[in-house]
């Protein structure tokens, strides 16, 4: 249910009994120094076994009994996964144990992709940021989180580690609708590539809340390129508002070597609330949600094309 | 040199002086009841009912005892003898009282409600157990909506009150006809407040410790009222008051929410007498958010008649409230439902008017006391009609309340029910507000503003409280306790040290260092010399605790006249032991002085004097004096406190976001013993009250399941969200208010929800959108905008569905 | 880490300068390693679901929820909590500050808001009252309204800046 937080209890659930926890399940533990070590467990453990990265998804969903794994694998003692690499083409390369926070501080973010960076900063808080991990959030894969619309946004591809080598896959294949992905029980995602953006392109992020720091009822994310008085490449994504973050390319499509103007920007919003469906929850009905992303998709755009005014002169 | 040391003596009352709580609890070293630690102790946890309305059938624990850290698992039945059901009865007319079951024992009546007790080595095995525990429950209809629940006669919450009305009252002066037929123009409005937590940060959480050889009980429990548990507990468990002691340590937090009894303490009582082990339960979040007293959920019908200049004269309003499962003990049930009739007429004069409330059970968790209680739905619903009548009168929203307010020549005003308004700033506040906001330059920036499509509102709110109630007016009618009078002891020891026995239960209001203000003034002492015993059902005879903004009048009042006692007595040892007259001696510091001499002695020597050295005094002068007073202060009635709130804000339509830019107060309690407590005390209520109004809400499904249970969805307002607040004090003195002070420790919360719902309506205005559901969320602004949108011409360009340019 | 029979594990760490060495369940919480094996109290717990700030502590020098670590995740870390600050007696300057202002009611929201205003101290410019305030957004105080906090962070904020 976009929106929803799914890390919370779901008071009225079929299973009742399942609510009123505070205190996770027993469990066993490891903490492997190695992703084969790491990949050989957690098959071992035949879909029992849970990776626990930043711990900040996953631990109140055991403290709620949610889940009730056998063993967690603790991947953070892995070396090497918690680095943000630029990858000599213009764009970034970041392990899957990068925390939030390294993302919010990173001089190369914010160079390459301030979009991301103003992304991170409506991540949760700071200690949040501090445990959280961009693999743990794309593989969390909740459809109000900011990661998996930016790593869409931006064309990233994971890097995922299994029993019988690494894979590659897009970023907008790699979700399969709320909290679910392609990964299989074994496999790990080990870094995600973000190439570089098309060169003088502008952004916009917009987002919002209910309160700081809070899962965002809805949020739009957009890029733009201009050439002259036109649009050039257009990128949209949002999320909160579907059954996962999503790209939107009949928004795109509109604005592709469109003129920007508010007829051009209505019909991109038009685009966004057809391909959208959200869903009712407590805080907003799937009507308001619809609504309201169109008027952040329409804020985004008009801040992308400003900013990417100034990149163009 | 002695004149001069009097003047130079530090006035305490008044001063902004630092707490003496602050060190231990920056350090990590106060102790809340969560941390006792004891030898052999166990955990707790209750296996809850997962319906909202059941009988249960049959419970099965085999499973679960056989589990290895298990002490011990306990039904209604296995603890029936040593504990029996609590009952909040009262006197009313109309009022059902109902049985409050330590553990659910027939059945349940609300989601959340103990069913059974789990006792093992620590909580995480007390819940690995509840896993294994499976009741048997047979389902019944579930009432959740208090209007069906009202008319329901099949269904019943309490078989034994014969109906789900348990309270219903109705009062009112003057001929209310007769002012709505002459009225020019007649306002109303239903308002509907939702169903709130006071959320505490400090969960309940209590341990009971029973010690086999003295027969006694010791509860620590996180409440506000240590006094009234000791109590409950001893009438409910037939033991002798003074073998039970009950001791609120430091408390995270109570907001009213602590000062009820609660069905988990006679239980943990009953544990720890049972098991032979000290039994410690620590709410977690879910089961706070589930189980703790709910408030402010009422629905008010609210008309007004007014003349042609905006002159109020008739008002009639028609509550109904949403009490819960229970009838709260020892409030009862009426408290929120007719605090909010018998406030609805606020500061302003009103010649006729009707008031009637019901009270109608349902199956949530009982409705209790949260700050304010009442005045923030009587606030809301009040100032929003009056804004509604200025438009119709053509007046300003500061021009309505000026004309209508009781003015400084008409105190004492009796309102329309009764009460009694003593000489309070109600104009002297709302004038202060006015000039710090200075509406009028507002107005033009709103103007221009709306021309770039932004939407700015400000919004007042007058209110006037009863605090520091006496033993005339019961904090909620006809209950079962008295709240109006308060004990200190005062006693010199024999090390000369000054220990002050209260009955207060300090819980964030920083008690302990008001109160050794008062005390260190009055005896003249440092206020370091003082220490004080509270939150503590043992010292005195008889205490209750801390709530309904009554300590500060009611615990300094006992704080002033034992003070001023002991110092007559201290006075006269010391004039025995110096051979002088008491009227030549005055006290500096702990030391007694002879005036115009350098003859002085310390507390320490007159305590030794009297106390260790045997042949000082003689023995007959000495069987005349002690070192010890024991005073109880009745303040009879209650005083008066007010203020006015002005809230400026920014609606976004287009995405419901509102934005609150600045909060100014003005408020009259009188004459304030600490201003920084004070401003904190303000900040902190008004803050409460802008969740109340923008963010706050439970909300239950038909199947009486929270569906915000947690704190991702109980949305509390975090700094982020919080504007700074400008406060202003006004403060009136009354001669015959013993100290002069007069509660304030709920105002903020009372004034805010009808400030920030005037100024969101405010800045709503263009979309005719009356603001008449709190709290105000982006969903309902959208709903009104685009009800509004519909109907009206789009002024701006922020609010239409193609929003595309800001 | 080394496990036994009743599925218990020894782990060890610093804590506020001292070295501790404990046998617990992996399952077991560090706000609640704090609490109930070492004593040390003053580190609260308000939600165990990471939202109230409460159980905020340092782990190797960064704010972390001890209510979404588990012990055993702590092997070998430096963990401070509020209790490694000043004493009853001698009070740092932040907790001097927070008395100053009154930034504190109930205290129960303290221990958490210190920690994360010396992360934030630490991490952030704080330029503004508005970056105080996001700053301290992930911990929730219900008595102050927060503006007492934001002075005092923002008194220490001056003093870390130099311009006082
Ligand atoms: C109060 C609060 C507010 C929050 N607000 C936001 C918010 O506004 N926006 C937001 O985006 N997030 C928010 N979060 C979530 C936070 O960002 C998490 O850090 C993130 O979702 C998960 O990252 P993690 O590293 O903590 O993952 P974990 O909790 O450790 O794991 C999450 C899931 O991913 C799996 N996993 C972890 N790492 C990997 C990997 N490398 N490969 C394969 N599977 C893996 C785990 O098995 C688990 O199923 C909030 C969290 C809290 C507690
Ligand atoms: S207890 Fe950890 S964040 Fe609330
Ligand atoms: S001081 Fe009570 S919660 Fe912050």
Known sequence: ?313 | MTESAIDMRPTMIGAPVQRKEDPRLLTGHGQYTADVQLPRMAHVAFVRSDRAHARILEIDTTEAKALRGVHGIYGAEDIASLVRPLCASSRTEGYHATLIPPLADSKVRYVGEPVVAVVATDRYVAEDARDMIHVDYEDLPVLTDPAAALVETDTLIHDEAGTNLIVERGFGRGDTDEAFHTAAHVVAGRYRMGRHAPMALETRACVGHWEHGKQSLTMWSATQAPGILRDALAELMDLPGKRIRCIAPDVGGGFGAKVSIYQEELAVAALARITGRPVKWVSDRLEDLTTTSQSFDDIVDLEMAIDADGVILGLRAQVLGDVGAYSIYPWTASLEPVQVISFMPGPYKVAAYRGRAQAVATNKPPMGPYRGVGRPVSTFAMERLIDKAAVAAGLTPEGIRRRNMVRPDEFPYKTPVGIQWDRAGFIECLDSVVEAVDPDSFRHQQVEARAEGRYLGLGFASYSELTGLGSRIAAAPGMPINTGTETARLRIDSTGAVVAAMAFANHGQGLETSMAQVIADELGVAMEAVMIDSGDSDPLAHTTGTYASRSAVLAGGAATLAARGLREKILKVAAELMEASPTDLEIFDSTVRLVGTDKQLTFREIAHAFYTQMGRLHPKQRAAMDLEETRMFDPVFGTASCATHAALVEVDPATGMVEVKRYWVAEDCGRLINPMIVDGQVHGGVIQGIGVALHEELIYDEDGQNLTASLADYLVPSAAEAPDVDVTHIETQLPDNLTGFRGMGEGGTIGAPGAIANAVADALRPFGADVNTLPITPQRIHDLVQAGSAQTLRPGRNNSSDDTTS | MTGTASGKVVVSMTVNGDRVEELVEPRWLLADFLRENLGLTGTHVGCEHGVCGACTILMNGNSVRACLTFAVQAQGADIETVESLGTVNDLDDLQESFRKHHALQCGFCTPGMLMTAIDALRKRPLATDQEIRDALSGNICRCTGYQNIVKAVRTMVQKRDGDD
């Open chain 1, 1 to 313: 249910m976009p929106g929803h937080k799914p890390w919370l209890p779901a008071l009225a659930t079929d299973d009742k009994s399942s609510r009123l926890y505070m205190k996770p399940p027993a469990f066993g533990y490891e903490a492997p120094t190695s992703i084969e070590q790491a990949t050989a467990l957690l098959s071992m453990h035949d879909g029992d076994a849970r990776i626990i990265a930043g711990g900040q998804s996953l631990v109140p969903m055991l403290n709620f009994r949610l889940l009730v794994p056998s063993v967690l694998v603790d991947i953070n003692r892995i070396a090497g996964l918690d680095e943000i690499r630029d990858d000599g083409k213009g764009g970034l390369t970041i392990g899957a144990l990068v925390r939030h926070f390294q993302l919010e501080a990173s001089e190369l973010v914010a160079a390459r992709f301030p979009i991301l960076t103003e992304a991170v900063r409506h991540i949760a808080h700071l200690a949040i940021r501090n445990r959280g991990t961009i693999g743990g959030s794309l593989s969390h894969a909740d459809p109000a989180a900011e990661l998996p619309m930016m790593v869409q946004l931006l064309n990233g591809a994971l890097t995922i580690a299994g029993p019988d080598g690494t894979r590659t896959v897009a970023a907008r294949d790699f979700f399969d609708g709320a909290l679910t992905t392609v990964l299989d029980d074994a496999e790990i995602v080990t870094e995600i590539a973000l190439p570089a953006l098309p060169a003088g392109a502008g952004w916009g992020f917009k987002e919002v809340a209910r309160r700081a720091g809070d899962f965002a009822m809805a949020a739009a994310a957009v890029t733009l390129t201009q050439k002259d008085t036109l649009i050039e490449e257009a990128r949209v994504a949002v999320m909160g508002v579907h059954d996962q973050a999503i790209r939107v390319p009949g928004a795109e499509a509109m604005l592709q070597g469109a003129v920007a103007d508010n007829g051009t920007i209505t019909a991109a919003i038009a685009a966004v609330r057809e391909a959208v469906d959200p869903d009712d929850d407590l805080h907003a009905t799937a009507e308001f949600r619809r609504h309201l992303i169109g008027v952040l998709v329409g804020r985004a755009i008009h801040d992308a094309w400003h900013r990417a005014a100034v990149a163009h002169t």
